[in-house]
C-alpha cells in the first residue's frame, strides 16, 4: 500500500538556524535587546542632568575636579612628568592616583575637550573650571566611554551566559536590565561622576570570554582592567584560581600556565612601556598607586576596619606598618577558600561565586578602601540575578544604602530615589515572575530580615530631617555603615558556603 503524502504544514517546521546566541521569534530578542540598551542609555542621561561630586565647592571641588585636572595634565605633560610633583603638576593637588591605562583614557577624553573647549584644560589657569558647556562635555565622556566598554561587555556576557548550560534562558533579557541598570553604578558614573563603566566593563569582558573558553582574550582584558583601576585586583583571586585550575585539569598544564603568564607580563609590559625604561619611573608610578599615609579607611565605608573603630581605635592603637600586615593576612584568609576552591573544582558557576567572594574579601579588609568599591561585589553579583535574585537585590539595596550620605553630600537625592525605584520595578516585572527565575532561598518572611530593613528605611528618613546631637555629628553616618556591614558580612558567608557546595559538580556536570 503507498504511503500517503501528507503537505508540509509551514507552522510547524523548525525555524531558520540563527547565528545570534538567541532564537529569532515573534517577539525578537535582539530588538529587545536594543531597546534595554537605549533604555539604559536614557536613563543614564537623565541621572547626568543632575549635581556632580564637589560642585561648587572649592577649593578642591571633588571627583569631577580630579578627572577634569587629569586629563589636563596627561593632555600638556609628557607621560614622564604625570606621576611626578612639579611646577605644573602639584601632586598634592588631585596627583594622578591610577594605573597608566587610566590616564591614558584621561589623555583621550583631554583631547576631546581641547577640541570644543580648550579653556576647560588650561594648563595650571583652568584648576577648578566651571561651566554648562564643560559639564555637558565631561557627562559626554562618561556616556561615550559606558557605550564602548560596558554596554558591549554586557552583550558579551550574555552571548557567553546563553552559551553556557547553567543558565535560565527564558529571562536573559531580564538579566541584561539587571546589569544595565544597577542604580550603584548608574549613580556613581553619571552622577557622582566617575569612569568604573571602564574596569568594570574590561572585567565583564573577561568574564564572558573565560566563560567561553577564550582564555587568553579573557586574561588580556582582565590585565588592562587592573591597569585601568587598581581595585580591578578584588577580582585577582577569582581569575587566578579559576584559570590556574582549568590549566590543571588539561594535557601540559604547565605549558598552559607559561602561556597565560605570558600574556599578562606582555600586556602589563605595552600598558607600562613609558616607564619600564627606569626604575625610578616605575616606582614613581607605583607609590602613587599605593597610597598607605593615607591611612586605612577614609570617610565612613561599611568595612571592618571603619566599622570596627567605633570600639577599637585603630588609627590611635597602631601605625601604618602593623595595620598593612593585619589587613593583608585578613584579605588573604578570607579570599582563599574561594580560590582553593576554584584550583580544585573550576567551574564557570564557581567562577562567578569566586568572583563576588573574592572582591567582597578586598572590600572588607583590605588597605584604603572607599564606600564606592562596593562596586566591584555587586557586579559579580548581578551576573548571578538568575541564581541568586534575592541576594542581588538585597544587596543592591545596602550597597546603594551605604552610599547614602555620599549621595546627599552630591545633592543627588532625587535620582537616588528614582533609580532605586526603576530597580524594584524593573527587578519584579512580570516578565521575571513569570520566566523561571530561580526562587532564592536567602530570605525568609521574618523578623531576621524585617529588623534591619526597617532600621534602614527609617535612618533614610533619620539622616536627611534630623540634625544629628553635637557631641555625635557623624552618628547617623556610623549606624548606617554598621548596618550596611553586617549585610555584607552575611553577603560574603552565604556565598562562600554557596560556593563550596557546589564542589560535588567536579565529577559530573563539569561546565556548571
Given amino acids: 500500500m503507498a504511503k500517503r503524502k501528507t503537505k508540509s504544514n509551514p507552522s510547524l517546521s523548525p525555524p531558520p538556524p540563527s547565528h545570534f546566541p538567541w532564537p529569532l521569534s515573534s517577539s525578537p530578542p535582539l530588538a529587545t535587546a536594543a531597546t534595554i540598551c537605549l533604555f539604559s542609555l536614557l536613563v543614564r542621561v537623565m541621572v547626568s542632568l543632575g549635581p556632580y561630586s564637589g560642585q561648587g565647592v572649592p577649593p578642591k571641588f571633588g571627583d569631577y575636579e580630579a578627572q577634569r585636572h587629569w586629563m589636563e595634565i596627561t ?31 584621561s589623555r583621550v577624553h583631554g583631547l576631546i575637550l581641547n577640541a570644543s573647549l580648550p579653556e576647560s584644560v588650561a594648563l595650571r589657569s583652568s584648576r577648578g573650571f566651571e561651566s554648562h558647556a564643560s559639564k555637558l562635555l565631561m557627562r559626554w565622556t562618561v556616556l561615550l566611554s559606558d557605550l564602548a566598554v560596558f554596554f558591549p561587555a554586557a552583550l558579551y556576557f550574555l552571548w557567553a551566559y546563553s552559551q ?10 531580564w538579566l541584561l536590565a539587571m546589569i ?23 572585567t565583564l569582558g573577561a568574564v564572558a570570554a573565560i566563560l567561553l573558553n577564550n582564555d587568553v582574550v579573557g586574561s ?38 607559561m602561556k597565560l603568564g605570558f600574556v599578562v607580563l606582555a600586556t602589563f609590559a605595552f600598558v607600562w612601556w613609558p616607564y619600564i625604561h627606569s626604575t625610578e619611573a616605575l616606582f614613581e608610578v607605583v607609590f602613587r598607586l599605593a597610597p598607605f599615609e593615607r591611612g586605612i579607611y577614609e570617610d565612613y565605608v561599611a568595612n571592618f576596619w571603619c566599622s570596627t573603630s567605633v570600639f577599637i581605635k585603630w588609627k590611635r592603637l597602631f601605625t601604618v ?25 573550576p567551574s564557570n558557576l564557581g567562577f562567578l561565586y569566586a568572583l563576588m567572594n573574592s572582591s567582597f574579601s578586598f572590600f572588607l579588609f583590605s588597605f584604603q578602601v572607599h564606600e564606592k568599591s562596593i562596586l566591584l561585589p555587586v557586579l559579580p553579583a548581578s551576573l548571578l540575578a538568575l541564581q541568586e535574585p534575592q541576594l542581588y537585590s538585597w544587596l543592591t539595596y545596602y550597597s546603594l544604602f551605604s552610599m547614602y550620605p555620599l549621595i546627599c553630600r552630591d545633592k543627588l537625592l532625587l535620582q537616588y530615589i528614582a533609580s532605586l525605584g526603576l530597580f524594584l520595578l524593573v527587578f519584579y516585572s512580570p516578565d521575571r515572575a513569570h520566566s523561571g527565575v530561580n526562587r532564592s532561598r536567602l530570605y525568609y518572611k521574618n523578623l531576621i530580615w524585617f529588623v534591619p530593613l526597617l532600621g534602614s528605611v527609617v535612618l533614610h528618613a533619620v539622616y536627611f530631617l534630623v540634625k544629628p546631637p553635637e557631641k555625635y555629628p557623624y552618628l547617623f553616618e556610623a549606624l ?20 563550596w557546595k557546589m564542589s560535588w559538580y567536579a565529577s559530573g556536570k563539569k561546565d556548571l
Avoid at 553556557?164 to 533579557?173: L, P, V
Avoid at 557622582?192 to 566593563?201: A, E, R, T
Avoid at 606598618?321 to 573544582?345: I, R
Fill in 75 to 105: 593632555l600638556h605633560l609628557p607621560p614622564s612628568d604625570w606621576y611626578r610633583n612639579s611646577s605644573h603638576n602639584d601632586l598634592l593637588y588631585w596627583g594622578l592616583d591610577y594605573p597608566p591605562l587610566s590616564a591614558y583614557q
Fill in 164 to 173: 553556557s548550560n547553567f543558565g535560565e534562558k527564558r529571562a536573559i533579557m
Fill in 180 to 202: 544595565l541598570l544597577n542604580p550603584c553604578l548608574v549613580l556613581i558614573d553619571h552622577g557622582h561622576f566617575q569612569y568604573n563603566c571602564i574596569s568594570l566593563g574590561l
Fill in 220 to 257: 588580556i582584558l582582565f590585565t588592562l582592567a587592573m591597569n585601568h583601576k587598581q581595585m580591578s585586583l578584588y577580582y585577582a583571586p577569582a581569575f587566578f584560581g579559576h584559570l590556574l585550575g582549568k590549566c590543571f585539569k588539561r594535557n601540559y598544564s604547565i605549558l598552559h600556565v
Fill in 321 to 345: 606598618e602593623p595595620l598593612k600586615l593585619m589587613s593583608l593576612s585578613l584579605t588573604v584568609l578570607t579570599f582563599l577558600p574561594s580560590l582553593v576552591q576554584q584550583v580544585k573544582y
Fill in 480 to 499: 548606617m555603615m554598621l548596618l550596611s556591614f553586617s549585610q555584607f558580612v552575611f553577603f560574603t558567608l552565604y556565598s562562600n558556603i554557596k560556593q
